[in-house]
Structures are given as C-alpha cells and as structure tokens.
C-alpha cells in the first residue's frame, strides 16, 4: 500500500484521546508482521491502549527513530463538511481526522517499510507509535523506557508533527496544574461568618495574571519563540451551588507554557507560597478547616536542539533544508531529548488544519514526506 492507501485506513480507526487505540496498533502489527518486522506493544495499566515498537535492520547500532502519536482530539461540536473518520479528498487536499496531525506522517513511515526491509541497512530505523498524546504526552513515557534496555541509543528521533516539513529544533514546555479552594459555606446573609471558596480562588488567578505579566519581562524573552516569553493561563473554573450560599469549594486549572530554559514549575510554587503566606492565614481565621491544595494533571518539558548538533545535521539532509524554527505547540520531542536521544520535530502538514473542523493534509505534502524517507531510508543504507 502507498502512503494515501494506508492513511485513508488509519483514519477510519476513532482513536480520539478518550477512545482505545489498539484497533489501530493490532492494524499496524499486522501490516508490519506481514512484512516481517516483529513488533512490541506497551501496554498502559488497564491494557486498553498501547504503544508500539518495531526495528528494521541491525539492533546493535545508533539508529534513527521515527516518531508520532496515533491519538487525535475529539471532533464534538465541530461542523465538518465531511465524514471526519473517512478520507475525502477534493482539490488536492485529503480530509479527516488526523490527516494532518499526524496520521498523515505515520501513514509516509509505514509506507516505507518495504523499501526498509529489503535494503542493506547499516544501522536501525525503529518505529515507535504512542497514546495519549493530545492529553499530555502519557503514553510514550512507556515507550522510551524500551530503548533505555536496548544495547545502544538511537543517534536520532524524528517527530513527525505538522511542521510542513520545515524542521524544528525546539518548543516550549507545559506544566499544566490544578488548584482547589475549600472554604467554609454558610448564607449569603452572613457572608463574612463564611469563607468564600471562590472569592479565594479569584485571588488566586489574579496572581497567577501578575506571576504570567512578570514573566515577560526583557531578561526573560526567547526571540526564538512566538510570543517570545512563557505564558500562563487559567482554562477551567468550577464552583459554587446557589447564589444565596457562600461557596465552601471551589477548583480551577491553569497551565504554564514556558520557554525550554525555563522551570513552569517556578511559577506553581510562587502561587503555592502566595497561597500558604497570604490566603491561608485569612481564611483559617474564620474556619480552621480551609484549605488550598495543588495537583499536577499533566506535564512535558520543552525542547531545544542545538543548531550545531549532529541531528541537526542530519535532519537538514533530509528536509533539504538549513532553515530551522520553533513552534508554539508542545510535542513527545522534549522527552524524548531528556532521555539523551537528540530530537528534531519535522513532518507533513500544518497545525493551521490541525484540531480543526476539514482538517486536512495536501496531497503534494503527502507526496513529500515520502520523498523524505527515502532520503532517511538513503542515510540508513550501506549503499550511499
């Protein structure tokens, strides 16, 4: 199968986020058992979603991975102009969920297979497909444990997020946390008798404005990146049961998305020491039972390649490009890189389409990736 043949049947598998993906997986184990290559699914703990791992050549060697995950965000509330799970194509344009980001990449990489397979390869392609991804990059912590018991470390991973196949060196990190207010309820007539779970919270997101504010301050800018500074945000706010009753509990989540030479951690512990110097003691006051306590939901670290490394390098021989950049989303790269495997984030498509009603690839950037790995699949051989 080609690469249009095999996206249009990766994106008939729903593998939005909260779905199971092993449809997909047992799908690709398949496809690649039939071509001889053995593969090794991990498993997460319920074993309704895996991840996948699978080495074409000489296991003994640095070898290059070959990256992307096989989640895609919902498509609730979205108006399409086509079956999201199906694969439309019209004007030069293929339509679907995924299609860009990033079944499309997974599509080009298993296409390639063929080609890996029968040629004499001087070091490993491995292909590893991650869940969970678009919920913050969970499953593929799983997967990087593998090459930690490998004989050697892969020289390379190449991520195939939508980058229209310009590669990019870094992104930034995200540390996304949730907070929850327990005050004490009682009427609205009495309010000051109460503590107002969600008067506190308001507190609380106002520093984290002025903590956001503080962090874009000159000394702190990155030209690199769009915008240039880490940013906070809340996104999720929940409190309250009548307008007659002192709220007793409210929660909030917020995330920080901070530069890769900066800790998003610094600025949860700045609102968590304002918390326990500035609000707590007030509210306790009035009720000895309050309390404010934070909780991770989710985290990545950001990424940044040096231009002068070696993937660099080698990743510009494959794109035909010397042009690297940056992009605003967060991708697996940044943990991949922390486990010592340098990383660079390139594949086919844009982000412009992705998580978008009509997301879609083009056929030419389709056509392209393929051109791509045959310049990997050129790399990887003895015969250069």
Not at 13 to 24: I, K
Request: one cysteine or more; glycine letters at 8%.
């Amino acid at each position: 199968m080609n690469s249009r043949e095999l996206l249009a049947q990766l994106v008939r598998f729903d593998t939005t986020s909260r779905e199971s993906n092993l449809a997909l997986i047992d799908f690709v184990r398949t496809y690649l058992q039939d071509h001889g290559v053995a593969c090794e699914l991990v498993y997460n703990a319920h074993k309704s979603k895996a991840n996948l791992l699978a080495t074409i050549g000489p296991a003994d060697v640095p070898g290059i991975v070959l990256s992307g995950h096989t989640d895609v965000v919902p498509v609730d509330g979205q108006r399409w102009s086509v079956a999201p799970f199906e694969l439309t194509e019209k004007d030069g344009k293929l339509y679907g969920r995924g299609t860009a980001d990033m079944k499309g990449y997974i599509a080009c990489v298993l296409a390639c297979v063929p080609a890996l397979v029968k040629a004499p390869l001087r070091m490993p392609v491995h292909i590893a497909l991650s869940y969970d991804e678009e919920v913050g990059c969970l499953g593929v912590r799983s997967l990087i444990e593998r090459f930690h018991g490998q004989p050697v470390k892969p020289l390379l991973c190449v991520i195939g997020e939508p980058t229209e196949l310009k590669p990019v060196l870094g992104h930034k990190g995200k540390l996304a946390v949730r907070c929850e207010v327990h005050g004490a309820a009682c009427h609205s007539a009495y309010a000051p008798s109460g503590v107002n779970a969600i008067e506190y919270a308001a507190r609380l997101i106002s520093e984290l404005v002025r903590l956001g504010e503080g962090l874009k301050a000159p000394q702190h800018l990155d030209q690199r990146f769009d915008p240039p500074f880490s940013t906070v945000q809340t996104g999720l706010i929940n409190g309250g049961k009548a307008l007659n009753i002192v709220p007793q509990n409210c929660s909030f989540d917020f995330e920080v998305r901070a530069l890769p030479a900066q800790d998003p951690w610094q600025v949860a512990q700045q609102l968590q020491h304002y918390a326990e110097q500035i609000l707590l003691p007030a509210m306790q006051a009035v009720s000895a039972q309050s309390a404010i306590s934070f909780s991770e939901l989710s985290s990545y670290p950001g990424l940044a390649t040096s231009l002068e490394s070696q993937a660099a390098e080698w990743v510009a021989q494959f794109c035909g490009s010397q042009e690297f950049g940056t992009v605003a989303f967060g991708t697996e790269g940044g943990l991949f890189d922390q486990a010592g495997i340098p990383t660079v984030v390139c594949g086919p498509g844009s982000m412009e389409q992705g998580h978008k009603p009509d997301e879609f690839i083009s056929v030419e950037q389709l056509a392209a990736c393929d051109r791509m790995l045959e310049r990997v699949l050129g790399f990887v051989s003895r015969q250069r």
